[in-house]
């Protein structure tokens, strides 16, 4: 091993973060998997432009956990809307083995990591698609769709809503603005027949960041 590697390796231990004892509660018997996932986003992620230089010393909490704790809210078929780093697509696919995943991502560069993970953690469950979610397919719809970080949510309801079954549900995940954009996306919810709109705080007492999900019934 080279000098400049031990260097990198050394700098990546010393500035991520450590991994938060109720990681383990919450992945059970998946954890290495996520360990694993954790590991290489934290040695590839900004080199590859998947997460910024800040985000190491809180990859877990900010990022991991925060998508992690949703997990419970899915199951069927999942469309990830944008899927990016695999966040939360590739987690909530390590923690969710009995849901089928879509993972959905227009940039090649992103759309090679996405098939690097799933092959390296032998991910059964998890399909990746390159295409925007115009372009996106799917006979009858998915059971659930979801985003984490893509847009607001005038510009993503459009976007999202369409790939729902009828009956089915949007799970977006969003920020502390949530409520201001639910107000400022009033003309899309009713245009794409959202009912019993919602929003759910999640890991209070369990997180240092707790996960804001819109929930919405699409008919």
């Given at each position: 091993m080279s000098s400049e590697s031990t260097g990198a390796d050394a700098y990546v231990t010393?500035?991520?973060?450590?991994?938060?004892?109720?990681?383990?509660?919450?992945?059970?018997?998946r954890i290495e998997l996520a360990r694993q996932f954790t590991a290489a986003l934290a040695e590839h992620g900004e080199e590859r432009g998947l997460i910024g230089p800040l985000e190491l010393p809180r990859l877990w909490t900010r990022h991991?956990?925060?998508?992690?704790?949703?997990?419970?809210?899915?199951?069927?078929?999942?469309?990830?809307?944008?899927?990016?780093?695999?966040?939360?697509?590739?987690?909530?696919?390590?923690?969710?083995?009995?849901?089928?995943?879509?993972?959905?991502?227009?940039?090649?560069?992103?759309?090679?990591?996405?098939?690097?993970?799933?092959?390296?953690?032998?991910l059964p469950n998890v399909e990746v698609v390159r295409a925007r979610a115009e372009e996106v397919q799917r006979p009858?719809?998915?059971?659930?769709?979801?985003?984490?970080?893509?847009?607001?949510?005038?510009?993503?309801?459009?976007?999202?809503?369409?790939?729902?079954?009828?009956?089915?549900?949007?799970?977006?995940?969003?920020?502390?603005?949530?409520?201001?954009?639910?107000?400022?996306?009033?003309k899309q919810i009713k245009k794409f027949r959202l009912s019993n709109v919602r929003v759910e705080v999640l890991g209070e007492g369990v997180?240092?960041?707790?996960?804001?999900?819109l929930r919405a019934r699409v008919r």
């Open positions: 010393s500035v991520v973060e450590t991994e938060p004892a109720v990681a383990g509660e919450m992945f059970g018997d991991i956990l925060n998508s992690a704790i949703a997990a419970p809210l899915f199951s069927g078929s999942v469309a990830d809307i944008g899927s990016g780093a695999g966040l939360p697509g590739i987690v909530l696919a390590i923690a969710r083995p009995d849901a089928q995943f879509t993972l959905v991502e227009p940039m090649e560069r992103r759309v090679t990591w996405l098939n690097e993970q799933v092959s390296a953690l032998g009858g719809g998915f059971d659930v769709v979801t985003a984490r970080a893509v847009s607001a949510l005038r510009t993503l309801i459009p976007l999202t809503a369409p790939l729902v079954r009828d009956g089915g549900e949007l799970t977006l995940l969003k920020g502390m603005n949530v409520s201001n954009e639910i107000d400022a996306a009033q997180l240092p960041e707790t996960t804001r999900v």
